[in-house]
């Protein structure tokens, strides 16, 4: 008796078997195949898995599936994501409930990520928390008392507020978003528009090693992260921010800059509510959030009343 | 036996009494002396107080009170407000409730009007609420199934959020704001700018005369407001954003313009989820809420747990 969870990035994505109590048995990470278009990627992911299970032999009871947004987890399907085109209206939980014969859930990966670190990483304690993570997009999720704060189903777009009014495109749609900015694929851009050819990555490798492009280009992220947060503080006065992601394995870098645009920004009374700290799962935040899914059947949600919850239907294979 | 409801704004303060089922029965609308300091203010309020009393020979027993803030509704003080320098550490809920004799309660007035538009104005039946202020200053609320939400306390600094990051400075010490650039204070700076003298009202009414840059300074607010709102649509995901305060007098100049930016900026998931409309309390919306707390004694908040609350401690005089 095993649970799968799928966590599916834009880049990456892992797949991992848990036993009962969520602990990791087995796990594999693939490169999205994503120019492909979603057939291919559910195949290969699916593939994946039956390969953890040929070696652990166990039977798949539930399976947690986190994804970008906006995805409506009631019905488990995908909206749209922005960096994963012809995803539109996925039925991606049915495919995985029939594949396992098991219910299968999905929600927002951030979502499930910025719920890994709440109850199992930076944030065990703390009761307003908002988690940003800075991947190849942008994305966020607002955590209250262990449980997410949806609104209308999609609440913590952090990525997609307006940082500068005339800013550059964004995958979104939209224009001088947070993403279009300061996500992964905003880096790279940024410093090739200054010279320097390379990924996220090697900006922040060479930013390191001393090169003032590079250097440059990590510090304006910084505050253009610090910006964003900012006006998450602003708006939502939470006790924690969690900096996760892909980019803040360069936190090195980025959370001193971080934290002095929100003590320069944001109001000095909420700025001094507020932590501002690295994510401590890293890599395994999504997936750890995708076996939570898997075990709780349907994540619980902060709510006025406290009586309902946004629910999420099983599909039964 | 009579409730006393006072909402402080920087320009104008409303007292209101009120019976036990929160029907206001005599009401009065003072200036805010504020450049004599806060013990003029208080004994002017108390003063006005005292008058709509004498004329209704009531007894008051609970006092409801809503100012800027931040503030600490828990120890009823006042910690900064902007817009009304002197007030820092002010125990305004302790002076209220020597003065009648009455457990006094304080809450953030925008916070209040939140409240009342939403339980008694253009939000009734609606479980995802975001409320702006725009007047002096820019203020907000979040309310969800009739609830606050507070965060640390203070959430719901809309106007606090950066919109232009080198943009003109602001009352709260920082620069850039949604309230440096839309408030009605800044209405009339960016007209005087170009030329036209004049409050945000006189820019109004310029502007439905055919003034062009009364017209013009009145559409680059609409765009602003927009650009704010549609940041917190995509934090927050609402059902509803209700748009009060004094410069939403102005709403036939203002409302298209907000709810184009909105369809233009947010997440068109998110965008396609909210109704924006303007509230329906007007002037009436802060000693509403007044009324409400007087009323409740502590306003509830929407936790996650649904077992704590915010509290206010009664100060009994």
Redesign the interface.
């Known amino acids: 008796m095993s649970l799968l969870g799928i966590d599916i990035g834009g880049t990456k994505t892992v797949v991992a078997i848990a036993d009962d109590s969520g602990k990791i048995i087995a796990q594999s990470r693939l490169n999205t195949p994503r120019e492909q278009g979603p057939v291919a990627v559910l195949a290969e992911i699916e593939r994946s898995a039956r390969g953890l299970l040929t070696h652990h032999e166990s039977r798949i009871t539930s399976v947690g599936i986190g994804c970008g947004g906006?995805l409506d987890p009631e019905r488990g399907i995908i909206?749209?994501v922005p960096n994963l085109p012809g995803w539109e209206n996925l039925p991606l939980a049915d495919y995985f409930s029939k594949a396992f014969g098991a219910p299968a859930y999905l929600d927002n990966d951030v979502n499930l990520a910025a719920l890994a670190e709440a109850r199992k990483g930076a944030g065990v304690g703390i009761?307003?928390i908002a988690y940003f993570n800075i991947g190849t997009g942008i994305g966020?999720g607002i955590v209250?008392?262990?449980?997410l704060?949806?609104?209308?189903?999609?609440?913590?777009?952090?990525g997609?507020?307006?940082?500068?009014?005339d800013g550059p495109p964004c995958l979104?749609?939209?224009w001088?978003c947070l993403e279009s900015l300061a996500s992964g694929t905003s880096i790279a851009r940024r410093a090739s528009e200054s010279g320097f050819v390379g990924s996220a990555e090697e900006v922040a490798r060479a930013a390191r090693e001393g090169d003032s492009v590079a250097r440059r280009t990590m510090d304006e992220t910084a505050e253009y992260l610090g910006?964003g947060v900012?006006?998450?503080v602003?708006?939502?006065?939470?006790?924690m921010v969690i900096m996760g992601g892909g980019v803040m394995k360069a936190a090195d870098l980025l959370l001193d800059g971080i934290r002095r645009t929100v003590s320069?920004?944001?109001?000095?009374?909420?700025a001094n509510?507020?932590e501002i700290v690295p994510g401590v799962l890293g890599d395994q935040a999504g997936i750890t959030g995708a076996i939570l899914l898997a075990i709780e059947g349907s994540m619980s949600s902060?709510?006025?009343?406290?009586e309902s919850e946004v629910g999420i239907i099983r599909r039964e294979g």
Chains 1, 2 share one sequence.
């Open positions: 906006p909206l749209t009761d307003h966020g209250i008392g262990g449980k704060y949806r609104g209308c189903g999609n609440a913590g777009e952090f997609h507020q307006i940082i500068v009014p979104c749609g939209k001088g910006l900012a006006n998450v602003n708006i939502l006065n939470p006790r320069d920004r944001a109001m000095t009374q909420l509510d507020v902060c709510d006025s009343t406290g």
